[in-house]
């Protein structure tokens, strides 16, 4: 049974919900996960993860079916990119297979948290893995958790599939040969003055441009940007600082093979725009947010109005959005059950 939420008006907030799995490392392994109800953690002051960012997350949904069966989405490149943000962090890695097992722990104890098909809603997992122990060197940690919690969710862009507008930052959310493509907490840390300047002047987020030369758009917020160009190309930048965005590889794919579009991963010069008829931000919890506009220094923008939403954009989100749900038949392995 569903709980009683009014789910077609959830947006991106905490929400306490019963189980989460937690596993510890020590001693070269990790110990076998178990789910809890407790939603706090008793962690060593001297916690790598509190005092030198050592710590990376990940971010999934589960989705309910028309059917009543639950799909996770491509859940094994959030397990190979948690891998490689350990890699850069000195983290033992979680393994693929456990990763993925321990989602299907926490939906499954928490299925009642997912929404109904139809209502819009999913389910959100952060999985994260954080260094604990006692410390106080600039060092790995002894040792690591490795926890997934999960919360019900709606749109993460007021508007959800209504464009909103964006402002470009003069800061950066990474170094050119820093954690960008890392999912690191430090990252989320250095974008939140910027994020509060944007939302001081009513934009839903800040875009960021490339740190180098400040010329290129990166992200867009906590998400990738993609445009579609007047003559129908879709395009999204390439750049060793962005969070390689699992639905934008799959945005990638679904535009050239299901779309028949030519795609590109390259450079967006920020003084190119005019090039675009649609842009979007994509990613796990933005889905597709269309942009409505951008400010840039003194210039505004202008994809579309206040509530159209460009053709391609809508063939996308349809397209990706339905394989999802199990709508629309999905590439080989990008859809994991949870039985
Ligand atoms: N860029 C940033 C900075 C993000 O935090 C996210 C969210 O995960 C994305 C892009 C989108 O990535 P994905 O599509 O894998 O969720
Ligand atoms: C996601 O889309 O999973 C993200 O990580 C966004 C999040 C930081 C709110």
């Known amino acids: 049974m569903s709980k009683n939420i009014d789910w077609k008006n959830l947006g991106f907030s905490y929400v306490k919900t019963d189980y989460r799995y937690i596993a510890y490392w020590k001693d070269g392994k990790w110990s076998d996960g178990e789910l809890t109800q407790d939603n706090t953690l008793r962690i060593s002051e001297g916690s790598t993860a509190l005092h030198y ?8 949904k589960a989705y309910r079916c028309k ?9 094994d490149e959030n397990a190979k990119r948690m891998q490689r943000s350990c890699q850069r962090l000195l983290m033992p890695e979680v393994p693929t297979e456990m990763f993925i097992d321990a989602c299907k722990q926490v939906v499954k104890a928490n299925q009642d948290w997912i929404g109904p098909y139809g209502s819009g809603a999913t389910l959100y997992l952060r999985p994260y893995l954080i260094g604990v122990g006692d410390n106080i060197g600039v060092h790995p940690a002894p040792e690591y958790i490795f926890s997934i919690f999960c919360c019900p969710v709606g749109a993460y862009f007021k508007g959800g599939m ?5 402002i470009v930052s003069e800061y950066d959310r990474a170094a050119p040969q820093g954690t960008g493509a890392a999912k690191v907490g430090g990252n989320y840390a250095a974008s939140l003055y910027p994020g509060k300047l944007a ?13 180098q030369t400040h010329t290129k758009i990166e992200e867009v917020g906590a998400a990738n940007f993609f445009g579609i160009t ?42 190119q725009l ?13 889905v597709i947010s269309p942009i409505g506009g951008i400010q840039y220094k003194d210039n505004f923008h202008v994809f579309y109005s206040e509530t159209e939403v460009g053709e391609v954009t809508k ?16 590439p080989e392995n990008w859809i994991v059950k949870v039985e």
């Open 162 to 166: 209504k464009p909103t507008n964006f």
């Open 315 to 330: 063939k996308l989100y349809n397209e990706l959005v339905g394989i999802q749900f199990g709508d629309i038949p999905a």
């Open 230 to 271: 007047k003559d129908n190309k879709f395009i999204t930048p390439k750049s060793p600082s962005i969070l390689p965005s699992i639905t934008k590889y799959s945005l990638l794919y679904l535009a050239k093979e299901r779309l028949g579009l030519e795609t590109i991963e390259g450079d967006i010069y920020i003084n």
């Open 199 to 211: 939302h001081d002047k009513n934009f839903s987020d800040c875009i960021y441009l490339d740190p």
């Open 274 to 286: 005019a090039q675009f008829k649609e842009a979007g931000a994509c990613g796990t919890a933005a």
């Open 53 to 60: 960012g050592q710590q990376c997350f990940e971010g999934l």
């Open 67 to 75: 059917d009543n069966s639950i799909n996770l989405f491509r859940p």
